[in-house]
């Protein structure tokens, strides 16, 4: 099925993939139903959509007179990506949150201390982070709301309490309680090709507490207890060891480029506020964010970078590259 679909069909599908609220589902579904393309093998898809639209329309109807459902707890998205924490209780995810950003979370030695999300910024290089930090998930407690949160991440941190014996199974439970929801974690940021609404977020796994004693030994039962495939990171949050590879890697994760803006006149570009884009964005992309309507008014483009030629002339298709400096003229 996946032959044939136009870029804004698979942008639509990110887009529903991410949604958080009814609304943002209806809109990208919309899209994804105009853009699929109309033959004999794409018709269950074809119905599949027009059923989760009709079903939409009557959620945002209902909402309209009861307002929100509880699950539409949101933070708005800061810096050049999201990033959020979860775990089993005690797992270190406030420490973790208070060691890589400036937030002030309670960390505590008993289970169940974070009640709310709390996000906080993680400096990286020349950018900041959104991390979220979230109350627990066990086999029988799961925040409603928590779902969305991490469908709308671009990278969940799943934390691992080394320093319990409980803790491999607590982390197996976690996974185990979202895997019965549409709501799953896996190796990479997919949708189900078959099931629209089953969603998959790429997962970082951080074996956290390295320090405690026989924490290696439960690592060990953890690989045994739940064979996954996430990429892994030994840390201690609490002696800070682990952390630089880990804010690396989560940076990385969100497949991000950075774009500095120069003035003509200016001899530099603007080192100090990059602009992150996903990776695949276009010239027109980043015009639009210095000022909306620089996309339409682009006449032209000077660029710096790794790739061109310096002050090379690019027009608004021209697929931009990390590091890259424009120069834009309108
Ligand atoms: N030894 C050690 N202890 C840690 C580490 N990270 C966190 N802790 C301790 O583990 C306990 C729980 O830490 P929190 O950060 O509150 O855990 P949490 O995952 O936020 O817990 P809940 O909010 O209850 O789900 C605290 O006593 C922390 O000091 C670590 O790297 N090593
Ligand atoms: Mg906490």
Known sequence: MAANLTPQYLKAEEQYRRASTTEDEFKALEIMLREMP???????????????????????????????????????RHGAGTAILLGGPNAGKSQLLASLTRATPVVAEYPFSTHAPLPGMMPFEDVMV????????????????????????????????????????????LIQRLAATKTRLARTSTLDEDDVGLSFTQTLLVANKIDAADAALRLEMFHELCPVDFPEYVVSAKERTGLAELATSIYRA??????????????????????????????????????????????????????????????GDYLLHDKDVVELHV
């Open 38 to 76: 109309k033959h004999k093998a794409s018709e269950k898809l074809q119905s599949d959509l027009k059923q989760k639209i009709s079903r939409a329309k009557k959620e945002i109807e209902t909402q309209k007179k009861t307002g929100p459902k509880a699950h539409s707890v949101r933070i708005p």
């Open 254 to 315: 969100l497949d991000v480029i950075r774009v500095y803006t120069k003035l003509p006149k200016a001899k530099q570009g603007d080192w100090e506020r990059p602009f992150t884009l996903r990776r695949g964005s276009t010239l027109a992309e980043v015009a639009a964010l210095v000022h909306k309507d620089f996309a339409e008014q682009l006449k032209f483009a000077r660029v710096w970078g790794s790739q061109v030629h310096d002050a090379s002339v690019a027009k």
């Open 130 to 173: 959104q991390l979220i930090d979230t109350p627990p998930i066990t086999s029988e407690f799961l925040e409603p709301y928590l779902q969305g949160m991490i469908r709308s991440a671009d990278v969940v941190v799943l934390v691992l309490d080394l320093a319990g014996d409980e803790g491999p199974e607590q982390c197996q439970q």
